[in-house]
């Protein structure tokens, strides 16, 4: 027993030792759950399924932007375009009156600047008084006409009634001159009728050669009609030439658009030729120049979608109008010449024309820059 208790006592004193742990599995923890990388998964199934999901989406995504891509081409050289109008004189004088101001947006037919009109007007009136003088000088011409119409009448039946006379005369002349002969009448009287005769044969002639001279008269009356009438077109012209200019004291606007680079000044004097301002028209469009490569796939009347850079957060709807047929460089002052030793290919630019469906409401200017993308593939084909 004392041995017992012994042996008791000894392990109550002994140091304690750590137990040895159980042997554990692998695939778990030391409380025996699962630790594998399937476990791990199974237990974040629901962001799994998440971060697959949006992997999925992004993937289809990237390819129907690819598609979408592929579709449509764009450039950043592009810019605003139009056909400014440089607004000159075509009459000298003082400028009376501007009544408009730079970048004004004016109506077609709208006053832009008004010259001195009194010389003008001063050459209208003196050619309106030519006018008046050249019909009246017709009018005395056809009434000179008409005189000597009367006159050739005249000149007819005196040489008709001269004619009788005459054949009465030749037929007294005969029949005395028969009479003198037989000794019936003195030859006194016989050669007082032949004296008869030969006077009414003279006036025969003189009445022929005066109906003659009335005749001829008559063309050369007739030429002074037709130089009055050409004076009367000539003076016409001229009333016209000073009606014109008289018009072009006024300057109007050829369209609707802004004014622009506003030179003219009221009493500055105005030449012909001189520029007073520039006009730039509402109608506008968009120049894009394309590479030469992306041509095939640009047809006129593709869609276009247009961001201008002053507005980008605005799109404009457009089509494609027409493209150039040559290259920019092409029309340029100095072509390129390149028949020569260094020459180096480069992918030219062609420009293409691009109009906007609808008038934009805000305001543009010719040199804007744009961006216009092009779709180059419809859905339908």
């Known amino acids: 027993m004392d041995q017992r208790v012994t042996d008791e006592r000894s392990q109550e004193t002994a140091p304690s030792r750590p137990a040895k742990p159980a042997p554990v599995d692998a695939g778990k923890d030391t409380t025996g759950k699962d630790t594998s990388w399937l476990a791990r998964l199974r237990q974040r199934r629901a962001l799994v399924l998440t971060i697959t999901a949006i992997v999925i989406l992004a993937m289809v ?3 129907i932007w690819w598609v979408n891509a592929s579709g449509y081409i764009s450039t950043d050289d592009a810019f605003i375009d139009a056909r400014t109008v440089t607004v000159s004189s075509q009459v000298s004088g003082r400028i009376v ?17 008004t010259i001195e009109r009194n010389d003008y007007q001063a050459q209208v009136d003196q050619a309106k008084a030519q ?24 000149a007819e039946k005196q040489t008709v009634q001269a004619q009788a006379a005459l ?11 028969g009479l003198a002969r037989k000794g019936s009448v003195t030859i006194e009287q016989a050669q007082q009728y032949h004296s008869n005769f030969l006077q009414a044969e003279a006036s025969f002639q003189a ?23 050409a004076q009367l077109e000539q003076t016409h012209a001229t009333l016209e030439v000073g009606q014109i200019n008289l018009g072009r004291t006024n300057i109007t606007a050829p369209v609707d658009g802004y004014v622009t680079n506003l030179t003219a000044a009221k009493g500055n004097n105005a030449a012909i030729g001189q520029a007073l301002m520039m006009f730039v028209p509402r109608d506008l469009w968009v120049t894009a120049n394309f590479k030469e490569t992306e041509l095939p796939s640009v047809r006129p009347g593709a869609h276009v979608s247009i961001t201008i850079d002053a507005y980008p957060k605005r799109t404009f709807e457009g089509h494609v109008a027409s493209i150039q047929a040559g290259s ?18 480069i992918v030219q630019r062609v420009p293409v024309k691009i109009v906007f469906d609808k008038l934009p409401d805000v305001l543009l200017g010719p040199g804007m820059s744009v961006v216009p993308t092009v779709r180059v593939r419809d859905d339908g084909r």
Do not use: C, H, M
Request: hydrophobic residues 45%; without cysteine.
């Open 328 to 345: 920019g460089t092409a029309f340029s002052l100095l072509p390129p010449q390149n028949a020569t030793g260094n020459y180096v290919k």
């Open 97 to 113: 009156d501007v009544p408009v101001t730079d970048n004004e947006l004016v109506k077609a037919g709208t006053v832009l600047v």
């Open 61 to 63: 995504g990237l390819v």
């Open 207 to 229: 009445a022929q050669a005066n109906a003659v001279a009335a005749e001829k008269q008559l063309p050369i009356l007739q030429s002074q009609k037709l130089q009055a009438q």
């Open 131 to 154: 006018v008046d003088q050249a019909l009246a000088n017709i009018a005395n011409i056809e009434a000179q006409i008409g005189a000597q119409q009367a006159r050739i009448d005249q």
């Open 167 to 177: 054949t009465f005369a030749q037929q007294q002349d005969e029949r005395y001159s």
